[in-house]
């Protein structure tokens, strides 16, 4: 069966505009997680969203926000982007909520805010 | 707070010598803990997971790893390095309570021939 998609792949952006980035999971997966990597920081949990709801969410600031649609397909959004902001995130999915089952990831979209 | 340590930043090895990749972590419970693999310009792919039971976790592509609670340690292990292996690896926590993840900064492979 097909596997985690994000779109687009790469994405370039200046400081203070917003971007949606969107992540299809694979199909039967209820919960889709969200995750920034830098080469500093390595991979940073942002959201998880799970039928369609908000369950869990990580250190970032209120610019960062997400949602899920009924077919569990999820956006995130980050507005007034900053430089900073530059970096790889990566979706995932699963059956259930995360930690108790196996993620699996998309190849991620390449943000890079000039 | 949950932490991941990778100590080691960069490893090389040469192809057909064994491999151990270290992992610590500080969480207050009994960890599920997992083993992930990543390639350039892809997502990340699971290599093994240890939520309990025998603490010698069998994976994918040949690896294993050791859960030790004594040293709050989980090391990945190859016996046998391939040409292929060479990426990135993260180790994570999983938190039950908070339902959440950390992930270690990664230890980055190169494979020698």
């Known amino acids: 069966k097909a596997g985690v998609t994000q779109t687009p792949r790469y994405l370039i952006k200046t400081r203070g505009q917003q971007v949606t980035l969107s992540c299809s999971p694979i199909s039967g997966h209820r919960s889709v997680s969200w995750y920034q990597q830098t080469p500093g920081q390595g991979l940073q949990f942002l959201f998880e969203?799970?039928?369609?709801?908000?369950?869990n969410k990580g250190n970032f600031p209120g610019r960062f926000s997400g949602r899920q649609f009924s077919n569990s397909r999820s956006e995130m959004n980050v507005s007034t982007l900053e430089l900073g902001d530059s970096a790889l995130y990566l979706c995932a999915s699963s059956k259930r909520l995360a930690v108790a089952d196996t993620q699996y990831f998309g190849p991620g979209t390449r943000l890079t805010v000039l | 707070a949950q932490s991941v340590t990778q100590p080691d930043i960069h490893i090389t090895v040469s192809e057909g010598a064994s491999l151990e990749l270290r992992c610590n972590y500080s969480y207050g419970a009994t960890p599920y803990l997992f083993w992930y693999v990543q390639s350039p310009g892809q997502g990340l792919q699971l290599l093994l997971k240890?939520?309990?039971?025998?603490?010698l976790v069998q994976g994918i592509k040949g690896f294993e790893a050791e859960f030790k609670r004594s040293q709050s340690s989980f090391n990945l292990r190859k016996p046998s390095v391939h040409w292929s292996d060479a990426a990135e690896y993260f180790c994570a926590v999983g938190e039950i309570t908070g339902n959440q993840f950390y992930f270690g900064t990664g230890t980055s492979l190169t494979v020698i021939p």
């Open positions: 969203y799970f039928s369609e709801t908000q369950r």
């Open positions: 240890y939520f309990s039971g025998d603490t």
